[in-house]
């Protein structure tokens, strides 16, 4: 059997960017136009194997409008990762999209992975985010950059992937569910570094 | 003269009557009846009555009988009796409501008076009498109507006064009153107290002559006839008797006549006759009175009755009495003439004595006397001359305006005949209406019959309809029974089916659970096992599309959509939660369908009795167990009303929404990005055509402006949808808004910092840790913060967590209670599960269980009793001040976090430096923000 290895991320990002699109296509492989906006949070669950390794990501989604910003850090408390989603169809979303890497630099985990994916690809044409400069921020705070499309299931299973490379492999004295443990361990510490 | 003129129907009498008052043939003469007569005029009131023939249309004796008819003033009735002297009347006629007829074609002299209870046909002797009867009870029947409680006058009621002077009166007095046909003369002798004294006109036999209806009261009157013989003083209903006393027998034989207008001899010599002739005269006379006496005599013998006898014999006391005066009138004539003849003697004897001169001279004197009264004689003669011609002159015009009284008279009769079939025909439209409207007055005779006859056909018809109707009406009622009976049935029936059905999606349901597990279990091991095992739940998952198109629609079979439009069964893609939807749309279901018989229609009774909506516990009771679908709109729009009525104004909305539409709020963006994201399983919001995102987008504009601090707050849109789905108008939709954000919820609940929304999930917390102590040691245990959860819920009231049928039923008791109810339905729905979650041991799984476990709560029966019954007590004072108290720590954190942030700048600033490279792209974040 292999091990399996429990990650927590969280999905972060203006309203409306397909944040919820992202994970019920990555999850269930199904698209809906017309999800409801999420109020509080979301949680689901998909496992994955990544080398000699199962990686299960308890993903935790959230709601993007910005008064719901202060619910945010009991999410990506403890989060291994963290998918932040702007839409390239709106330039706002980007901004809001640099707000939430610098709150999670300033008060996120220390070693949490960033991805940043700018969804809607599908509608390059009316394309506000240039590729370039999302790849050139990206790079300037190491995050992991992919544009995807929910609707049309491009590059979601590649940006976990991305997040499943970028999580640092386990010790290889200790088994999977030390792993959790750990990493549970973590995120309590991070609550009360945070709050 | 004037009598025979003006009464030529009275043939027999007239002639007689001029020439000679004592000459009538039968009876007493009608001057003798008027002599008697005429003293009482001025002393009693004058009477209507007379004899009248009656017709007799029942009994063993049929045809004509004769009656005393007379009219009571005080009464104001028209009585009759057999006699005038008959002390009781047979019967009496009420006047106010008959209707008189006389038919053209009948017997001369007869007529009808109808009432609306019998007919009774009536003859006169003449057709004036008849026409002076109808002319008089017409004059009763008007007075009866015109003053009824007033005393009778006097006058209107006419006796049979045939003096000029009396007929003058009577004629004005008549003219005034009748329009149509000029007033007949009253025919003498006939009617009146003085046909009293004429005999009961003969009848072939006493005894036809007998009432035999009113046996009775012929026995009264024929006992109180012989009284009345014996003391020689009869006194009817006819005339009053009260007549000079009896006269002696020697004054019999004088007559008076000079008087007389009506005698020839006294018009025609004013002077007194010669001697001789005078003398002569006298003893004619006389000896034609005394002839008088053998024909009264025998007239007297023929009267059979003793009534009559003693009349007759008084009348002869009269008449005597009279004779004796003339005869004194007569000895005063002869006194004169014996004086004229003395002079005359005196004067020749002068004459015979005188000297030759002296005789000359008397001789010329008589000459010249001679000359003179020739020529005054001449004069006398020519006057006279010219008077007979002016005579003759006015005789004709008499005669002619007699012809034209006569015309008008006929016209008039003609008249009344159509007035009398008027009348009939109106009394019996009133007692019988007819069935359509009245006959058209002036129609012929043939149409009037085939009228009637139609009329006749149309009751027929009447009656047959009626026959109709009442079996009709018997039908109805036994249909009416028998489709009760049926509907009951049909009732049982349908209740056994949905039990049996709700058994059915139960016992499914715990298939397809047993299927899951089984799946589960088996994992991902491909074996023959699970690959059965997929068929049958491809097979279970299919069952409903086959049974829908195979079974009766009527036995309700679960729908797409619910009642508000909310997909029943979830669209989940994934196989896994696909089974999961089924098995709780199952449940739904049969609870829904066991709840229909049992709990439903006694509460929609109690909702339907339920008049004016006050405040008060019952009404608290009724909200909690949830409002009918009918009743909703009503109920909410006045629970509404009640908590916004200090917002409210008229107009308020259109203002808001022109405000709206002159500036774009902030809001406006995120608005209309959620409009098509609201209730994405809601086929109202989800169908292109729907009116309902547009009201919705209006509704969230309007509060945007209503309330700017807030704006738009996810959240928002999904309680406007709520009221939208409930209220239906977007006004309503918008008030209720404003009623659940600014009067329910806590301030900040919404706003920019969501405080008092977070400070009520530690509220909720610290409620569960008191309620379900075990429960939330577990989640302890397992490091479970539910928060992501509950705080949808108290965002949005359940809206995007609890079926349709149990949130609505939420929003019922919350739209009155206020936030109680969400945390009692909060409470609730984890005490609902808690077995389920305490059998959980991983935090993941109980995450995962967390976010459908709402959706698969369908028994609100047993929710609601949870929520108000076993969370108790739940006193509003200690919600109170958990939530100042969360409100205030979580302030606090707040604004701790603010200062560590700031700190954190300030300390990252100062090591900014010291940090190599690889934070320039820090540096540019920082640019940005």
């Not at chain 2, 009824?148 to 006419?158: N, V």
């Not at chain 2, 209670?817 to 339905?825: A, H, I, L, S």
Request: charge should be negative; hydrophobic fraction near 35%.
């Amino acid at each position: 059997m292999m091990a399996i290895r429990e990650l927590k991320v969280c999905l972060l990002g203006d309203t409306g960017v397909g944040k919820s699109s992202i994970v019920c296509r990555f999850v269930q492989d199904h698209f809906d136009h017309n999800i409801s906006p999420t109020i509080g949070a979301s949680f689901m669950t998909k496992t994955v194997p990544c080398g000699n390794e199962l990686h299960k990501f308890l993903i935790w989604d959230t709601a993007g409008q910005e008064r719901f910003h202060s619910l945010a850090p009991m999410y990506y408390r403890g989060s291994a990762a963290a998918v932040i989603v702007y839409d390239i169809t709106k330039q706002d979303s980007f901004h809001t999209l640099k707000k939430w890497v610098k709150e999670l630099k300033e008060h996120g985990p220390e070693n949490i992975v960033m991805a940043i994916a700018g969804n809607k690809c599908d509608l390059s044409d009316i394309r506000e985010v240039p590729l370039k400069d999302a790849k050139e921020y990206a790079e300037s705070i190491g995050a992991v950059v992919v544009e995807t499309s929910a609707k049309n299931a491009i590059n979601i299973e590649e940006l976990f992937q991305g997040i499943s490379r970028q999580i640092p492999p386990l010790d290889p004295h200790e088994n999977g569910n030390n792993g959790a443990i750990k990493l549970g361990k973590q995120a309590t510490q991070a609550s009360r570094r945070c709050c | 003269m004037e009598g025979a003129q003006e009464n030529p129907a009275e043939s027999s009498s007239s002639v007689l009557r001029s020439e000679e008052p004592a000459s009538g043939p039968e009876g007493l003469p009608p001057e003798e009846s008027e002599g008697c007569a005429r003293p009482l005029e001025e002393a009693t009131p004058k009477k209507l009555c007379g004899y009248l023939s009656k017709f007799g249309g029942k009994g063993p004796i049929r045809g004509w009988k004769s009656r005393w008819f007379f009219y009571d003033e005080k009464k104001r009735r028209l009585y009759y009796s057999r006699t005038a002297q008959d002390a009781n009347p047979l019967d009496s006629i009420d006047l106010s409501s008959a209707v008189f007829d006389c038919k053209a074609d009948a017997e001369e002299g007869t007529f009808e008076i109808k009432t609306p209870s019998r007919i009774i046909t009536l003859k006169a002797a003449t057709k004036q009498a008849m026409l002076y009867w109808l002319q008089q009870l017409q004059m009763k029947r008007w007075e009866l109507h015109n003053s009824p409680p007033a005393p009778p006058a006097a006058p209107d009621a006419t006796l049979a006064g045939n003096g000029p002077a009396l007929r003058l009166e009577l004629e004005q007095e008549e003219a005034e009153l009748e329009e149509f046909l000029c007033p007949v003369q009253t025919p003498p002798g006939l009617v009146g107290v003085a046909a009293a004294l004429q005999p009961v006109p003969a009848m072939p036999s006493a005894l036809q002559n007998i009432s035999l209806k009113h046996l009775g009261t012929e026995i009264q009157n024929t006992m109180y006839n012989i009284r009345g013989n014996r003391q020689a003083h009869g006194t009817g209903h006819g005339p009053p008797e009260d007549e000079s006393p009896p006269s002696g027998e020697p004054q019999r034989a004088e007559q008076p006549l000079p008087s007389d207008p009506s005698t020839p001899d006294a018009v025609d010599s004013p002077k007194p006759a010669p001697k001789s002739s005078l003398t002569a005269n006298l003893i004619q006379k006389a000896k034609r009175q005394h002839n008088t006496f053998p024909l009264f005599a025998e007239g007297l013998t023929r009267n059979r009755t003793a009534q009559e006898k003693a009349l007759a014999l008084e009348q002869q006391v009269l008449m005597l009495t009279k004779e004796l005066e003339s005869q004194k009138e007569l000895v005063r004539i002869l006194h004169k003439a014996l004086e004229a003849a003395q002079q005359e003697k005196r004067a020749s004897s002068a004459y015979l004595a005188g000297e030759d001169k002296d005789r000359l001279e008397l001789v010329r004197h008589q000459v010249r006397q001679i000359a003179e009264l020739g020529r005054r004689l001449e004069a006398l003669e020519r006057e006279r001359e010219n008077l007979a011609q002016t005579a003759s002159l006015q005789e004709q015009q008499v005669r002619e305006l007699q012809q034209h009284v006569q015309l008008l008279m006929d016209k008039n009769q003609a008249k009344q005949q159509v007035i009398c079939e008027l009348s009939e025909q109106v009394t019996r439209n009133f007692m019988h209406p007819p069935p359509q409207a009245s006959v058209p007055p002036g129609a012929g005779d043939r149409d009037f019959l085939s009228q009637q006859e139609k009329m006749e056909h149309l009751k027929d018809d009447i009656e047959a309809y009626r026959t109709q109707n009442g079996f009709l009406n018997s039908e109805i009622h036994q249909v009416t029974k028998i489709w009760r009976r049926v509907a009951e049935k049909e009732r049982a029936l349908l209740t056994k089916c949905a039990y049996l059905q709700a058994k059915n999606c139960q016992v499914e349901s715990k298939y397809l659970a047993g299927l899951r597990r089984l799946q589960e279990v088996m994992g991902g091991e491909a074996s023959q096992c699970s690959e059965l095992l997929r068929q049958l739940t491809q097979e279970a998952l299919q069952w409903e599309a086959r049974e829908a198109s195979a079974e009766v629609p009527e036995l309700s079979p679960i729908s797409e959509y619910d009642e508000y439009g909310f997909l029943t069964v979830p669209n989940y893609e994934v196989e896994d939660l696909k089974l999961l939807a089924k098995i709780q749309a199952l449940e739904v279901h049969s609870h829904h369908l066991l709840a229909h018989e049992a709990v439903e229609r006694p509460l929609r009774e109690r909702w339907a009795a339920l008049g004016e909506l006050t405040p008060s516990v019952e009404l608290k009771q009724l909200l909690r167990a949830g409002v009918p679908r009918e009743h909703r709109p009503r109920v909410w729009k006045w629970l509404v009303h009640l908590r916004i009525q200090h917002l409210w104004s008229p107009g308020r909305y259109q203002e808001l929404l022109s405000q709206g539409q002159v500036h774009e709020h902030p809001a406006a963006r995120q608005i209309e990005l959620d409009l098509n994201r609201t209730f994405p399983n809601n086929k109202h919001f989800t169908c292109p055509s729907s009116s309902f995102p547009d009201k919705l987008r209006r509704v969230l504009l309007a509060f945007s402006w209503q309330n700017p601090a807030i704006g738009y707050c996810q959240g928002l849109n999904r309680l406007a949808a709520i009221a939208l789905l409930v209220l239906e108008e977007e006004e309503c939709a918008f008030w209720c808004l404003v009623a659940i954000v600014e009067t329910i919820m806590p301030a900040g609940y919404y706003s920019k910092t969501l405080t008092s929304s977070q400070a009520d999930q530690r509220v909720l917390r610290d409620l569960l840790s008191e309620k379900l102590p075990r429960l939330m040691a577990h989640l302890a245990q397992h490091r479970v913060d539910l928060s992501f959860v509950t705080f949808n819920w108290f965002l949005v009231v359940f809206a995007d967590s609890l079926i349709s049928n149990i949130l609505l039923r939420v929003w019922d008791a919350f739209l009155y209670e206020g936030t109680k109810v969400v945390f009692r339905y909060a409470l609730a729905i984890f005490k609902y599960n808690e077995d389920e979650i305490l059998r959980l041991h991983d935090s993941l799984e109980i995450y995962q269980y967390l976010r459908f476990f709402t959706k698969t709560i369908c028994n609100s029966q047993k929710l609601m009793n949870i929520a108000f019954n076993d969370m108790n007590p739940f006193p509003m004072k200690q919600l109170r001040q958990l939530r100042t108290a969360h409100r205030e720590r979580l302030e606090a954190e707040l604004r701790e976090l603010e200062l560590l942030k700031a700190e954190y700048l300030e300390a990252r600033n100062s090591k900014a430096p010291a940090v190599p490279e690889g934070c320039a792209s820090e540096d540019e974040g920082e640019g940005e923000a």
